[in-house]
C-alpha cells in the first residue's frame, strides 16, 4: 500500500503546469487562452516567475505621466490667423499641440536663427527677428508678437494686402506669393525706416564736426556720432543678413520649387504651371526684386559708412593742427625761458666774490646794470 500512497503524491505534480505556463496563460493576449481563475493568481505568479509585468506597468505609467509633464511645461504661442479673404482670428495654442497641426515638428518651432525662410512639409517658417510666420497654402500663422509696430500692421494692413486689396503685385499667384511678399514688404520698409531715422542724424552731426568756423571739436557731438555709428553697424547687419537669406534660396533651385506650396497641392495649378505661368520663376523674380531693394539700402548705408570715415579723418587732422599750435607755442616759451636764464648768468657771475679787472673800472657797474 506504501508505494501506491507515494505515487498518488506524485501524480498531481506530474499533470500541474509550470508556473511560466500559468503566468503566461494569464497574460496572453488572445481571449480563448486565458482561463478565468487566473485572473487573480496572475500577478503573484508573475512576481514570484520574474517576467516583470508589474514592472513593465509601472514603466508605462511613469512614462505617460512624465509626458504629460512635459505637455504641461510647454510654451505657449499667441497665434494669429489670417486666410486668403482676409479674416483674422487669434488664439493661443501650446507648442505640442502646434506642430502638431502643422504636420511639423518640434524643432522646427524653434526659430532659432534671427533670419531664415525654410520649407518642410508644405509649409513655409519665415523668421525676421521678432516677425515669426508659418504660411500654408490656405492660412497665413503669426506667431507671438510683441511689437507695437507691428501689431499696427498686422491689424490694420496686411489682411487688406492677403485679400487683394493692397498693392502687391502677386495678387494673381497662389496666396503663399502674397503671403511672402507681404512679410517681405514690411521688413524691407522696417529697414528704410531705420535708414531714414539715422541718415539726417548723422548728417546734421557731421556737418557740425567738420564746421572750419569752430575752433575746437565738440565732444558731445563726438559722443552722438559714436552712437548713431553704433546703429548704423546693427543696421548693415541686418541688412546684411536679409541679403544672405534671400540669396541661399535664389542660389538653390529646389529651394525655390519647395516655396511654390498650391504647386504641389492642387493637381490644376500644378498643370497650369507646367503648361503656363512657371510658379518657380515667378518666386525667383519676387525674391530678386527685394535682394535689390536690400541691395539699394546697403549701397545707402555704405556711403553714410564713408562719410562718416572721411568725417573722422578731416577731425583727426584738425586736431594735429591744434596739436602743432600747441608744440609751437611750447617751444617758443622754453626758448624764451633758456635766453632769459642766459642773460641771468652775467648777474650771477658779477655777484661772486672773484676779482677782476673789470671792478677797477670807474662806472662800469653802473652802465652793465642800467643796460640791463
Not at 486668403?84 to 524653434?110: C, H, P, W
Not at 548705408?301 to 599750435?325: G, K, M, P, Y
Request: glycine share 4%; proline share 4%.
Amino acid at each position: 500500500m506504501e508505494p501506491l500512497w507515494i505515487l498518488a503524491r506524485l501524480f498531481p505534480r506530474a499533470v500541474r503546469p509550470s508556473r511560466r505556463a500559468v503566468c503566461a496563460l494569464a497574460w496572453d493576449p488572445t481571449p480563448g487562452a486565458r482561463p478565468a481563475a487566473c485572473g487573480r493568481a496572475a500577478p503573484r505568479l508573475c512576481r514570484t516567475c520574474g517576467l516583470g509585468v508589474a514592472g513593465e506597468t509601472l514603466r508605462f505609467r511613469t512614462s505617460d505621466a512624465s509626458q504629460a509633464t512635459l505637455a504641461s511645461v510647454a510654451p505657449v504661442f499667441t497665434v494669429t490667423k489670417f486666410d486668403k479673404v482676409g479674416n483674422v482670428t487669434s488664439f493661443e495654442r501650446k507648442k505640442t499641440e502646434l506642430y502638431q497641426e502643422l504636420n511639423l515638428q518640434a524643432r522646427d518651432l524653434r526659430f532659432q536663427h534671427l533670419m531664415s525662410i525654410t520649407t518642410r512639409n508644405n509649409r513655409i517658417i519665415m523668421r525676421m527677428e521678432y516677425l515669426k510666420a508659418v504660411i500654408t497654402p490656405d492660412y497665413l500663422l503669426i506667431l507671438d508678437y510683441r511689437n507695437l509696430n507691428l501689431e499696427q500692421w498686422l491689424f490694420r494692413e496686411l489682411p487688406s494686402q492677403l485679400a487683394g486689396e493692397g498693392q502687391l503685385v502677386t495678387y494673381p499667384l497662389p496666396f503663399e506669393f502674397r503671403a511672402i511678399e507681404a512679410l517681405l514688404q514690411y521688413w524691407i520698409n522696417t529697414l528704410q525706416g531705420k535708414l531714414s531715422i539715422l541718415q539726417p542724424l548723422i548728417l546734421e552731426t557731421l556737418q557740425a564736426l567738420v564746421d572750419p568756423t569752430h575752433s575746437s571739436v565738440d565732444r558731445s557731438k563726438l559722443h552722438i556720432l559714436l552712437q548713431n555709428g553704433k546703429s548704423l553697424s546693427e543696421l548693415e547687419t541686418d541688412i546684411k543678413t536679409f541679403k544672405e537669406s534671400i540669396l541661399e534660396i535664389l542660389d538653390e533651385e529646389e529651394l525655390l520649387e519647395e516655396l511654390c506650396l498650391t504647386k504641389w497641392s492642387d493637381p490644376e495649378v500644378f498643370e497650369k504651371s507646367s503648361t503656363g505661368i512657371d510658379h518657380a520663376e515667378e518666386m525667383e523674380l519676387l525674391l530678386e526684386n527685394y535682394y535689390r531693394l536690400a541691395e539699394d539700402l546697403s549701397n545707402a548705408a555704405r556711403e553714410l559708412r564713408v562719410l562718416i570715415d572721411d568725417s573722422q579723418s578731416i577731425i583727426f587732422i584738425n586736431l594735429d593742427s591744434h596739436r602743432n599750435v600747441m608744440m609751437r607755442l611750447n617751444l617758443q616759451l622754453t626758448m624764451g625761458t633758456f635766453s632769459v636764464s642766459l642773460f641771468g648768468l652775467m648777474g650771477v657771475a658779477f655777484g661772486m666774490n672773484l676779482e677782476s679787472s673789470l671792478e677797477e673800472i670807474k662806472g662800469m657797474a653802473k652802465d652793465r646794470v642800467e643796460g640791463f
